[in-house]
C-alpha cells in the first residue's frame, strides 16, 4: 500500500501551518484510500521519522515524501536524502521515494503565478 | 501605474529560486505591460527596498507586495508588515500593499495537493 508524506519547514507562528493542513485535507479529499501524514523539519510535530513509522503501522510498503518547499534547498537536496536513506535501513521491508519540492512543480508555479495576479486582497 | 514585488526567502543552494524566476516569467506573460520584480530577505538578492525603488524609478504609483511563502509565519506577519511601512514611508506619493502570503491561496493549495498526487518523479 502507498503512503504519502507531505514534509515541511515548520514556524513558530500559530496559523502557519494551516494551508498545509489544507493541503493534506484536498489530498484526502481527492484519494480517501491514501494513507497520508504531514510532517514537520522544526517547530511543529510529527517528525518525519514519526510519520514514516506511523505509515508503516499503517500497512504501507511505499512511502513517498513530497516535501512542501518552494525551492530545494539545503533541507531538500541534503537533510531529506538523509533521512529518507535512513528510514529505508528502519524499514528495509518498504520503499521510501524522496519526491522534487512540490514549489518545483509547473502546476504550484502556475497557482503561484495566478495567485500573484489576483486583484489585492488587504491583510485582516 | 501598479507593480507587483514578488518576495521570497532566498537559501543558498544554487537553483533554488528557479520555480521563484519560473514564477515571475508566468506573471510577466500573463501582463507583458505590469512591472514585476523578485526580491529576496537574505542570501539573494535584490532586497525588498531596491526592488521597491526600481519600481518606482519605473513610475509605479501603486506597488503590492506578494510574499511567496507558503504560510504567514514571523517574516509575512512581523517584518514584511514593518518593512513595507517603512517603504511608504520612504515614497508617500506610492502606495505599497502587502498581500497575503502565495501559499494561503487556495489555487496553491490545490495545486500543491495535485502534485503530492502525482506518480512520483524520482529525483535528478
Do not use: N, Y
Given at each position: 500500500m502507498?503512503?504519502?508524506?507531505?514534509?515541511?519547514?515548520?514556524a513558530r507562528?500559530?496559523?502557519?501551518a494551516?494551508p498545509?493542513?489544507?493541503?493534506?485535507e484536498?489530498?484526502?479529499?481527492?484519494q480517501p484510500?491514501?494513507?497520508v501524514r504531514?510532517a514537520?523539519?522544526?517547530?511543529?510535530t510529527p517528525?518525519?521519522e514519526?510519520a514514516?513509522?506511523?505509515l508503516?503501522s499503517q500497512g504501507c510498503t511505499?512511502?513517498?515524501i513530497?516535501?512542501?518547499?518552494l525551492?530545494a534547498?539545503?533541507h531538500?537536496?541534503?537533510?531529506?536524502?538523509?533521512?529518507?536513506?535512513?528510514?529505508q535501513?528502519?524499514?528495509?521491508?518498504?520503499t521510501w521515494?524522496?519526491?522534487?519540492?512540490?514549489?518545483?512543480?509547473p502546476?504550484?508555479?502556475?497557482?503561484m503565478?495566478l495567485?500573484?495576479?489576483?486583484?489585492?486582497?488587504?491583510?485582516?
Amino acid at each position: 500500500m502507498r503512503g504519502l508524506i507531505l514534509f515541511a519547514h515548520g514556524a513558530r507562528a500559530p496559523g502557519w501551518a494551516g494551508p498545509l493542513h489544507e493541503t493534506v485535507e484536498r489530498v484526502r479529499a481527492a484519494q480517501p484510500g491514501l494513507p497520508v501524514r504531514l510532517a514537520f523539519l522544526e517547530f511543529l510535530t510529527p517528525t518525519l521519522e514519526e510519520a514514516g513509522d506511523a505509515l508503516v503501522s499503517q500497512g504501507c510498503t511505499l512511502v513517498e515524501i513530497v516535501p512542501l518547499f518552494l525551492g530545494a534547498g539545503g533541507h531538500v537536496r541534503k537533510d531529506l536524502p538523509a533521512r529518507t536513506a535512513a528510514l529505508q535501513q528502519r524499514h528495509p521491508g518498504v520503499t521510501w521515494q524522496l519526491r522534487p519540492a512540490v514549489g518545483e512543480s509547473p502546476r504550484v508555479i502556475e497557482a503561484m503565478a495566478l495567485a500573484a495576479l489576483d486583484p489585492p486582497p488587504l491583510l485582516p
